[in-house]
């Protein structure tokens, strides 16, 4: 199993950016997919996650109506579209597949994740 996140970086309050995590080493489209975020001191947060078939989608409280969560499942990768991004937001970005929609991570090892700071 891989993941690996890219698309992170430094960008000013309100900017946006596009993550991307491409998968490879199982169906990728029999899973629910997931993103997570940790931020420095803090345990790892459960940020946005979709349906196998990308039909639904939740996301926490804090990034609703600025975050989107999609997938091309012909790509093996879903894509976190963040807008309107805060300095709350500042984290270290992970994705995941779930063990089932509202479960766990499905796997224990995880990517490098891909760093977002947002900052003036």
């Known amino acids: 199993v891989q993941l690996v996140e890219s698309g992170g970086g430094l960008v000013q309050p309100g900017g946006s950016l596009r993550l991307s995590c491409a998968a490879s080493?199982?169906?990728?489209?029999?899973?629910?997919m997931s993103w997570y975020r940790q931020a420095p001191g803090k345990g790892r947060e459960l940020v946005a996650v979709?349906?196998?078939?990308?039909?639904?989608?939740n996301y926490v409280d804090s990034v609703k109506g600025r975050f989107t969560i999609s997938r091309d499942n012909a790509k093996n990768t879903v894509y976190l579209q963040m807008k309107s991004l805060k300095p709350e937001d500042t984290a270290v970005y992970y994705c995941?597949?779930?063990?089932?929609?509202?479960?766990?991570?499905?796997?224990?090892?995880w990517g490098q994740g891909t760093q977002v700071t947002v900052s003036s």
């Open positions: 995941n597949a779930l063990t089932y929609y509202s479960g766990p991570p499905r796997f224990d090892s």
């Open positions: 979709i349906s196998n078939t990308g039909g639904r989608t």
């Open positions: 080493g199982f169906t990728f489209s029999g899973y629910a």
